[in-house]
């Protein structure tokens, strides 16, 4: 290997590491709030480019469908006036959604707000009607979503791959592209927006009182409801940017992003699911790593990647012991 291969490998591994980190640390944020491990987040991360690619095609998506009964859904659970909020927040994607059909520049927000209302109609009309349910339970309607999403990723979409334009052309050296920079930039200033976000604002604060204690955050006066609503909103708009900004890199399909969410899955787990700082540096060394075994042994490298697992998950068993003990 000389420094040329090696310099390819540490860029790809980069580019990897911060996409695994940013859906790590939103993963990692919503099983403190809520105690759900959010499987679909990768269909959320795909669902932004692809809806995209709708949109600049002239076309309505069927995300949009789906968010609309999604809407009413949340709406029915809501009753009375608390059902107004949804109603109007369909109201007003779907007035996007056909005002981007014409102005192309639109077809981007409305991507984006797109699944952030998709993630946090999820939260509100499947998950939090089983906030009394066992991590196991919500594991398993996790994955069914996972499944249901996906399927309707490939009705909506077909099996077809798409790579929308970059937001910017060009190659600052080789390997890396600006829109490779793009990325890296999104990742730095998502991670310093959101400790400043959870160090500095109410709602942060807010937020970390109902992972640490769900019953002395109602004690306070806080909803944890509300909080995992917050938290649902704020992991979907990261994978929402997400899967704009590397789409363009790596083309966008509807079983992709299963992918995507599962190495972040690994990624948090090396952060014990609790702390964000851990998550991502996991998730770089999840994404150098990938980037080196697929030099090496590109056959093996999934199964390589997620044998990261096991020593992972052997000393959270042994801290667990220990803490029992």
Known sequence: MDASILGFLLLDGLQNGVIYGLLAIAMVLVFAVTRVILVPIGE??????????????????????????????????????????????????????FLALFLKPLAYPAAVLLVVYLGVATYRVFFL?????????????????????????????????????????????????????????????????????????????????AAESRLGARLAGISPEEAGTVAFGI??????????????LINAAYFMGFML???????????????????????????????????????????LVFLLLVPALFYQSLKARAVEE
Request: no cysteine; net charge positive; hydrophobic share 60%.
């Open 44 to 97: 959320l991360l795909m669902f932004a480019p692809l809806s995209l690619v709708w949109l600049l095609e002239g076309k309505i998506p069927g995300t949009l469908w789906l968010a609309l009964v999604l809407g009413l859904l949340w709406a029915g659970l809501a009753r009375g006036r608390g059902a107004l909020g949804p109603v109007l927040g369909a109201l007003g994607l779907s007035a996007l959604f």
């Open 129 to 209: 009607p089983m906030r009394e349910a066992t991590v196991l339970s919500l594991l398993i309607m996790a994955v069914g979503l996972h499944v249901a999403y996906q399927g309707l990723g490939l009705v909506f979409f077909g099996p077809e791959q798409f790579r929308p334009e970059p937001l910017l052309r060009g190659e600052v050296v080789v390997g890396l592209s600006w829109q490779g920079v793009l990325v890296l930039l999104f990742a730095l200033l998502s991670v310093l927006g959101l400790y400043a976000f959870f160090r500095f604002s109410l709602y942060g604060k807010a937020l970390l009182a």
């Open 235 to 248: 992991a979907s708009l990261l994978a929402g940017l997400s899967g704009l900004l590397l789409a363009p």
């Open 261 to 303: 969410g599962l190495k972040g899955f690994v990624a948090a787990i090396l952060g014990g699911l609790a702390s964000y700082p851990v998550a991502f540096l996991g998730a770089l060394l999840v994404g150098f790593f990938e980037s080196f075994t697929s030099f090496f042994a590109s056959a093996y490298k999934e199964a």
